[in-house]
C-alpha cells in the first residue's frame, strides 16, 4: 500500500540481502522512520515494544527473527533458543507461535549449516502468502460490500472499524480494511469510522492508511459507535482478529466486544476478517486465551508532538489504572468470517474449512 506517497511494504529484506526493514510503528503516524534489524534481540525488542505489531506482522516479523539468529549460530541449541526468545515477546496474537512453529519445522531436519537459509526462504515465502490471503479475504469481503451497495444505491457504505487490522498490521493490504481498498478501487463510495482504540491510538494508523488511499474516514472516540449505530450511520462493522479459537470465539483489541453488542443490538452485521494463521484449534474457547496485560501507564498518559514536532508524554491522571489489552467476542455476536476460504457463517463451518 502507500506510505508517503510510495508504494510499500511493511515488512522487506534491505539491500544487504540480511537486515529486516521495518517502519517504527511507535513513531506513526508523526514520522515515518524505518528501522533496520539485524539480530534476534532487535526483532524480540521491535514485537515486545510495539515498534511493530499486529498479529500477521508479528508472525513475519518473528519468522526472519529466526533467520537472523541462525545466522550467527544454528545447532539445535541455538535454534530453540531463538524460538523461546521470540515466543516470549508477546502472549495474545496466535500467529506469533504459527510463524515460529513453521519456521522451525522447516529448518529443524536439515544440517546446521543450512538452516539460516531456509529459514530466511520461508520468511520471505511466508511474507508472501500473507500478502495473497489478505487479498483472497478482500475478495471475499468485498461481496458483502457489493451486496450493501446494491441495497444502498447513491451513497457511500458506512463501515466501522476497530483498531488497526490494515496492511500495517499485515505484509500488505491488511485483513478488514482489504475489502474496504477493493470496493473503493471498484468505484463503490465507501466511508469509515476510525474507532481511536484507546490507548495506543492504533486508530490514527488506520486513518493514515486510509488517507494514503484517498478513503473517506472520519475518526471516532471509542464510545461514539453506539450512537452511530442507533442512528443508522452504520451499515456494517468490520474487525480483525489476533486468534479466533475452535468454538468461534474472537479475541482482538480491548473494546470490540462492546461494538458486537452494539451491532447485535441494532440489527447490523459484524463481521471478522482472519487469515488460516489467525485460526487456533487448540485453544477452546476465549476464556482460555492468554490476554495481554500492558503498563498502567499506557492508560494514564497521553503521547503526540507538541508544537514543534517533539513526541511529549501528557499525563492525564496518576489513578490506579489497569490496561488489558485484548477482549473476547463470543462467537454467537459474529454474523459472519471472512477468511481466504471465503466467506464463513458459525464455527463448525469455520473448523472445517480451516482443516480442510
Ligand atoms: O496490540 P496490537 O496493536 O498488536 O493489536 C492489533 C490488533 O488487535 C489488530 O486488530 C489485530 O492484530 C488484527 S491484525 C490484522
Redesign the pocket.
Known amino acids: 500500500m502507500i506510505l508517503d506517497g510510495k508504494k510499500t511494504r511493511s515488512i522487506w529484506l534491505n539491500a544487504d540481502g540480511w537486515s529486516v526493514g521495518i517502519f517504527d510503528q511507535r513513531r506513526l503516524p508523526w514520522a515515518v522512520e524505518r528501522l533496520a534489524l539485524t539480530t534476534v534481540d532487535e526483532c524480540a525488542h521491535a514485537i515486545a515494544d510495539?515498534a511493530t505489531?499486529?498479529?500477521?506482522?508479528?508472525g513475519a516479523v518473528a519468522a526472519y527473527g529466526m533467520a537472523l539468529a541462525l545466522r550467527v549460530e544454528a545447532d539445535d541449541a541455538a535454534l530453540e533458543r531463538a524460538y523461546r526468545q521470540l515466543l516470549a515477546t508477546?502472549p495474545t496474537?496466535v500467529n506469533l507461535k504459527w510463524a515460529l512453529d513453521r519456521v522451525r519445522s522447516v529448518v529443524a531436519g536439515l544440517p546446521a549449516a543450512e538452516r539460516a537459509v531456509a529459514a530466511y526462504a520461508d520468511a520471505a515465502a511466508l511474507c508472501d502468502e500473507d500478502v495473497a490471503i489478505n487479498a483472497a479475504i478482500g475478495r471475499a469481503g468485498l461481496e458483502i460490500l457489493q451486496d450493501l451497495a446494491t441495497r444502498h444505491p447513491g451513497r457511500p457504505i458506512n463501515i466501522l472499524t476497530?483498531?488497526?487490522?490494515?496492511w500495517l498490521?499485515?505484509v500488505d493490504w491488511?485483513?478488514?480494511t482489504a475489502p474496504i481498498y477493493m470496493a473503493h478501487d471498484l468505484g463503490i463510495p465507501v466511508h469509515v469510522w476510525v474507532d481511536e482504540t484507546r490507548p495506543?491510538n492504533?486508530g490514527a494508523l488506520t486513518a493514515l492508511e486510509l488517507a494514503g488511499h484517498a478513503i473517506p474516514h472520519t475518526y471516532v472516540v471509542d464510545n461514539a459507535g453506539g450512537l452511530l449505530m442507533q442512528r443508522g450511520q452504520v451499515d456494517l462493522v468490520i474487525?480483525?482478529?489476533?486468534r479466533v479459537t475452535r468454538n468461534g470465539d474472537v479475541c482482538?483489541?480491548i473494546g470490540t466486544y462492546l461494538k458486537a453488542l452494539a451491532a447485535r443490538d441494532n440489527g447490523i452485521p459484524f463481521v471478522v476478517?482472519l487469515p488460516s494463521s489467525?485460526y487456533d484449534p487448540v485453544t477452546a474457547d476465549g476464556a482460555a486465551v492468554p490476554v495481554?496485560e500492558r503498563a498502567p501507564a499506557e492508560v494514564r498518559s497521553l503521547e503526540g508532538p507538541d508544537d514543534s514536532g517533539t513526541l511529549r508524554r501528557i499525563t492525564v491522571t496518576t489513578a490506579p489504572a489497569a490496561n488489558p489489552?485484548?477482549d473476547i467476542t463470543p462467537a454467537r455476536l459474529i454474523t459472519e468470517y471472512i477468511t481466504d476460504r471465503g466467506r464463513i457463517v458459525g464455527a463448525t463451518a469455520l473448523a472445517d474449512a480451516f482443516r480442510a
Open positions: 510495539m505489531r499486529g498479529a500477521p506482522l508479528i508477546r496474537a476497530h483498531c488497526n487490522a490494515g498490521a499485515t491488511g485483513t478488514a495506543r492504533q474487525v480483525g482478529t489476533d482482538n483489541k476478517a489467525t495481554e489489552a485484548f
